[in-house]
C-alpha cells in the first residue's frame, strides 16, 4: 500500500521510542500492551521492529518487515505442517502422495489474496497466523520428539502478546491438539508434560497479570463487542418482550429473551464467516482485500467445496480430519463476539485451511478427469480450469499492484509524507504548524512523531502520560493537532495551517495541495 495507516505510524514510532528511552509514547515502560489509540493492543509486535530500526533506521518497510517474514515463514511452515500431519498415521489409502497435498497447500497459501494482503503490512494478526502454524507443527514433531512440545507451548502461549484474538484461538487450539493425540501423549513422559505446563504458565502469566490489573486492557475487546452498545439493543429487546407480553406470545417472550438474542447475535456472527459472497466476491474493508475481489479467487471457489468434503468423507488418517475440521470450527469464534462481522483480520487463522482445501479439491479433480475416456473432453476440461485460473490470477495482479493504490489510498490515509515534505521546506519561516485531526486526517499527531522521527525524550518532557489516545487537541513541540474553524482562527503569516480541502475557504494564501493517487484533493497546506 501506498502510505502506512495510523496503526502502523503507532506501531514504528512506538518502538523507536522503546528502543531510544525504554518507553512508548505514554511512557510506560517496556509495555506488554500498547495503549497506543486506546485500543490496549498486545505489544510483541513492536519488540519484532525494534533490532530492525536498529539496523536499518525508522521506515515504513522496516515496520511492516516483521509481516513480510513472518508470512513467508508461515507458507514454508505450511508445507511441513500438512505433511506431518497426513504422515502421522501410515495407514491411510487415497490416490495422491502427501507430498503434493502440502506443496500445492503452500503454493496456494502463497499466492493467497487473503494472505498476501495482510503479510505485506504491519497487521500483527498475520504474526499471530505464523505463531499458530509454528506452534502446530512443532506439537506434531513433540509426538516424536517430545522436547518440541516444550517449544509449541511456548508458541502458543506467546501468542496472546500478538494479537487480540490469539487470546481464545490460540488456547482452543493447543487444547485441541492435547485432547485428539492424548492416547499419544500419555507415552511422553511427565517429567516433559510438567516441563510444557510450567513453561506455558510462565510465559502467559504476565498477560494475565497485566489483564487482571489494568482495566483498561480489555478496552478494545469491550468496544468492538456485540454486548457492547446495550442501550439499543436492549431497548429494542424490550419493546419485542413488551409488544409479546400484550399478544400473549409465550413463544415470543422465550425467543425475544435478551439472553437469547445475544447467543443469536453470536451465532449469527459464527455464521457470518461462512459467507460465499464476503469470501470470494466482496471482501469487508477496502483495506481488506484488492479492490472488486474477495479474499480469495474465485476459480477456487468449486475446488473449496470439494477440499471441504474430501476433508470431512475422505480416506484420510482420522486425526488429521480431526485437525483440520477443528481448526476450521475455531477460527471464526474470536470474531464471533464483535460487531463488524465478517471480519477478515480476525479470522485470519483460517488460513493456511484454504489453500489446504484447494489442494484437496484440485487433486481430486485431476484425479477423476484423468479417467474420462475422450482426449478431447479431458483438455478441454483441463484448459478451462487453466485458463481462468490464469485469468483470475492476472486479473488480482492488477488489482492489486496496479488499482489498489489509486482506487483506495484514501483508506491508507495518502498524503501525510508528502504534506511533511513539503513542510519541512518551508518549516523555519513558522512558528507554529497546526494539523487537523478530523476524518480522514484522524490522529495526525502520530504520523508527525513517525515521519519527523520526534525525539522520544523531548516528547516525554513536552507531554509526559497525555500522548494521543482520542484526546480533541494534542501538542508537541510547535505542533498543535486540533479541529481547524478558519473563521475563529488567528491569520498570522508565522502560522502554517495542514488540513482537509473543506477546512478552508477560496482565496487563502495555499502553499501546496497534496492529492490522493486518484486525483482528488488530500490535504491542503495554508499560510494563516
Not at 315 to 328: E, G, L
Amino acid at each position: 500500500p501506498p502510505s502506512p495507516d495510523w496503526d502502523e505510524a503507532a506501531l514504528g514510532y512506538n518502538a523507536y521510542s522503546i528502543l531510544q528511552t525504554g518507553r512508548d509514547e505514554y511512557g510506560k515502560f517496556l509495555p506488554l500492551v500498547l495503549r497506543s489509540f486506546d485500543d490496549y493492543k498486545p505489544g510483541l509486535y513492536v519488540y519484532f521492529i525494534i533490532p530492525l530500526i536498529q539496523l536499518f533506521g525508522l521506515s515504513i518497510i522496516v515496520v511492516r518487515l516483521p509481516s513480510v517474514l513472518f508470512g513467508v515463514g508461515t507458507v514454508v511452515t505450511t508445507y511441513f505442517l500438512i505433511l506431518e500431519l497426513l504422515n502421522r498415521e501410515e495407514k491411510w489409502v487415497w490416490f495422491f502422495e502427501a507430498r503434493w497435498v502440502a506443496l500445492l497447500s503452500a503454493f496456494f497459501l502463497a499466492i493467497s489474496p487473503w494472505h498476501i494482503q495482510f503479510s505485506r503490512i504491519a497487521f500483527e494478526s498475520n504474526v499471530g497466523v505464523a505463531f499458530n502454524v509454528f506452534g502446530a507443527l512443532a506439537f506434531i514433531k513433540g509426538l516424536k520428539k517430545p522436547y518440541f512440545l516444550l517449544l509449541s507451548v511456548f508458541l502458543f502461549s506467546s501468542n496472546v502478546y500478538i494479537y487480540q484474538s490469539n487470546k481464545v484461538f490460540s488456547p482452543l487450539l493447543l487444547l485441541a491438539l492435547v485432547v485428539i493425540y492424548r492416547n499419544v501423549l500419555r507415552r511422553v513422559s511427565k517429567k516433559i508434560i510438567v516441563l510444557a505446563v510450567l513453561v506455558g504458565v510462565l510465559v502467559g502469566l504476565p498477560m494475565l497479570f497485566s489483564t487482571i490489573t489494568n482495566k483498561e486492557s480489555l478496552a478494545r475487546a469491550r468496544g468492538v463487542s456485540v454486548f457492547s452498545d446495550q442501550t439499543q439493543f436492549l431497548k429494542s429487546n424490550s419493546e419485542k418482550i413488551i409488544r409479546d407480553k400484550n399478544n400473549g406470545d409465550i413463544l415470543g417472550m422465550i425467543l425475544d429473551n435478551r439472553r437469547i438474542e445475544y447467543g443469536k447475535a453470536v451465532i449469527a456472527g459464527y455464521v457470518a464467516h461462512m459467507d460465499m459472497n464476503w469470501l470470494f466476491i466482496t471482501g469487508d474493508l477496502p483495506r481488506h482485500h484488492a479492490p472488486n475481489m474477495g479474499l480469495l479467487y474465485i476459480w477456487e471457489l468449486p475446488f473449496v467445496l470439494i477440499g471441504l468434503y474430501m476433508v470431512g468423507f475422505g480416506k484420510f488418517p482420522r486425526k488429521f480430519k480431526a485437525v483440520i475440521i477443528t481448526w476450521f470450527l475455531l477460527a471464526p469464534i474470536p470474531a464471533s463476539i464483535t460487531s463488524g462481522v465478517p471480519h477478515a483480520i480476525r479470522t485470519l487463522n483460517f488460513l493456511p485451511l484454504f489453500p489446504l482445501f484447494t489442494a484437496f479439491g484440485l487433486l481430486t479433480f485431476i484425479f477423476y478427469v484423468k479417467k474420462v475416456s475422450s482426449f478431447v473432453l479431458k483438455s478441454i476440461l483441463f484448459l478451462v480450469v487453466i485458463g481462468f485460473g490464469i485469468l483470475n490470477f492476472g486479473y488480482y495482479l492488477n488489482q492489486y499492484f496496479v488499482q489498489q493504490n489509486n482506487i483506495v489510498s484514501q483508506e491508507w490515509q495518502y498524503g501525510y509524507r508528502e504534506a511533511i515534505e513539503e513542510m519541512q521546506r518551508a518549516d523555519t519561516r513558522y512558528d507554529k504548524v497546526i494539523v487537523s485531526n478530523r476524518p480522514h486526517l484522524d490522529q495526525s499527531y502520530i504520523f508527525f512523531l513517525f515521519y519527523l522521527k520526534y525525539s522520544p525524550q523531548k516528547y516525554h518532557k513536552e507531554v509526559g502520560m497525555a500522548s494521543g489516545g482520542f484526546r480533541e487537541n494534542h501538542l508537541f513541540g510547535k505542533y498543535e493537532f486540533r479541529p481547524i474553524v478558519w473563521e475563529k482562527e488567528k491569520k498570522n503569516r508565522n502560522i502554517l495551517y495542514i488540513g482537509r480541502p473543506e477546512d478552508f475557504p477560496t482565496g487563502v494564501s495555499e502553499i501546496k495541495t497534496i492529492y490522493f493517487l486518484d486525483g482528488k484533493p488530500a490535504i491542503r497546506l495554508v499560510e494563516g
